[in-house]
């Protein structure tokens, strides 16, 4: 028997206050023209004094335990993806731990930036599998909104704030079962480029400036790579799992700009209507995004029980990464 993690539930939350890109535009010099034309980006939640990534959070990993019908206690492992903790420690795991009244599980954080839920995702899959953990709850959060500069028109635009969690347990399938049936994480894949650490940070840090810093990014030479790096792995993983891109029913990518959902669904020859986009609502949420376009898509019926799901993202470091999951 093969022990894999499958998916119980999904969860997510949004800051109660939603700006437009018209309501953007009356403090920054832009246009909702460019940001549409450019990005596809409509809108972007903004997190209030009373909100932070811990709290936003903990109502998304909340939403993700009652989809699952699991109490919290039962949870054994919190992996929270973000590079916008509530603090420089503790981990903001262990906050939402508290929050959720588990008084002893395995809680940490990871930063891999926009990709930090596929890394999370992966060590939370490769726990269940080695029998170190038995029902994991994995969450993408993140407050950009605490890191833009805003005076800066090239990437104040882009980012929201925003949280996506899932819960995972453990199901044991026949060796040799074909992955044509077999539901839960069937492959993920992930890789990191530090030479390019300089096209995308924060220019703050506690061992260097002892500031939080603010988002930097050379748009253009991020998007190229983002265009091979993700075509790249999203071949490299479903050639992990034993299937092609013909078998993907739906790509939940990285929402940070629709011009590179539209240019890797090509790269894979998969149909736009197979890729869930919610880039228009909220903008890029980093390490929340992938999550977050999840749990949209389960929640308004498009992803199902059975359908064959790949989550994909690139970001800060460079790192990126992909999964391949039967829901
Ligand atoms: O989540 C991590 C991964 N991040 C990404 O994947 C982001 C990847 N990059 C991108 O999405 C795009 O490169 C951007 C959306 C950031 C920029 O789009 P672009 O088509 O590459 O625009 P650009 O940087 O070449 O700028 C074009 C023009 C410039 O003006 P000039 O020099 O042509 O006169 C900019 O100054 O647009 C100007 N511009 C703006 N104009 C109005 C830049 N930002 C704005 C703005 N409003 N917000």
Known sequence: MIRRAILLGTGSALPVRAVSNAELAQTVDTSDEWIVERTGIRNRYIAGDDETTASLATDAARAALDAAGIAAQDIDLIILATATPDQT?????????????????????????????????????????????????????????????????????????????????????????????????????????G???????VDGGPSTTQTVGKLR??????????????????????????????????????????????????????????????????????????????DCAIRDGRIKPGDLIVLEAMGGGFTWGACVLRV
């Open 195 to 201: 030479r390019h650490n300089g096209l995308l940070y």
């Open 89 to 193: 420690f503790p981990a903001s795991a262990t906050k939402v731990q508290a929050a959720l009244g588990i008084n002893d599980c395995v809680a940490f954080d990871v930063a891999a930036v926009c990709s930090g839920f596929l890394y999370a995702i992966t060590v939370a899959d490769s726990m269940i599998r080695s029998g170190a953990a038995q029902r994991a709850l994995v969450i993408g959060a993140e407050t950009f909104s605490r890191i833009l500069d805003w005076e800066d028109r090239t990437t104040c635009v882009l980012f929201g704030d925003g949280a996506g969690a899932v819960v995972l347990g453990a199901e044991e399938s026949a060796d040799g079962a074909s992955p044509e049936t077999v539901r839960g994480i069937l492959a993920s894949k992930l890789h990191a480029d």
């Open 217 to 294: 990014m050379k748009g253009q030479e991020v998007f190229r790579h983002a265009v091979v790096n993700l075509a790249a792995v999203l071949n490299e993983v479903m050639a992990a799992a034993g299937l092609s891109s013909s078998d993907i029913d739906w790509l939940v990518p990285h929402q940070a700009n629709a011009r590179i959902l539209d240019a890797t669904a090509r790269k894979l020859k998969l149909s736009p209507d197979r890729v869930v986009v919610t880039v228009d609502r909220h903008a890029n949420t980093s390490a929340a995004s992938v999550p977050l376009a999840l």
